[in-house]
């Protein structure tokens, strides 16, 4: 199976995907002005994301439904799965969330392709 991860910030607008994801809920590392400039593909801004409490339950649950997900598509023959994350302004949290994901998808045996759509977008 084929999966294709992605980041997004909603004030760009919204992504369509199979399955899309709001992280706005997530602590927001841009408000953590050492931490602001940086993308989520940094350790130190994925850490602040990854080690949070609701960081934590979110991605028990979502690992949970893609496990399940992934299982069924391919058990119909469906070799194309797309994901979308969003946050305020895709840099930090989905960014993050997109990455850890793609890693861990990966270590399942899956092919994963994962973007930033708004990454490089001013950091503010």
Same mark, same amino acid.
């Given at each position: ?55 934590? #339950?979110? &991605? !028990? ?9 992934? @299982? ?6 469906? *070799? %194309? ?17 997109? #990455?850890? &994901? !793609? ?9 994963? @392709? ?6 490089? *977008? %001013?950091?503010?």
């Amino acid at each position: 199976m084929h999966i294709t991860l992605f980041s997004f910030g909603f004030k760009y607008g919204y992504a369509e995907a199979d399955y899309v994801f709001d992280l706005r809920f997530l602590p927001n590392p841009y408000w953590d002005l050492a931490l602001r400039p940086y993308p989520g593909t940094d350790a130190r801004v994925a850490s602040y994301v990854l080690n949070h409490p609701e960081t934590i #339950e979110f &991605l !028990a649950l979502v690992q949970a439904l893609l496990t399940f997900v992934c @299982v069924a598509l391919q058990a119909g023959k469906r *070799q %194309e799965l797309s994901i979308a994350f969003g946050c305020t302004g895709g840099r930090h949290r989905s960014v993050a969330i997109s #990455e850890h &994901l !793609a890693a861990w998808l990966r270590q399942k045996g899956y092919q994963v @392709v994962c973007t930033h759509r708004d990454m490089m *977008q %001013e950091a503010g």
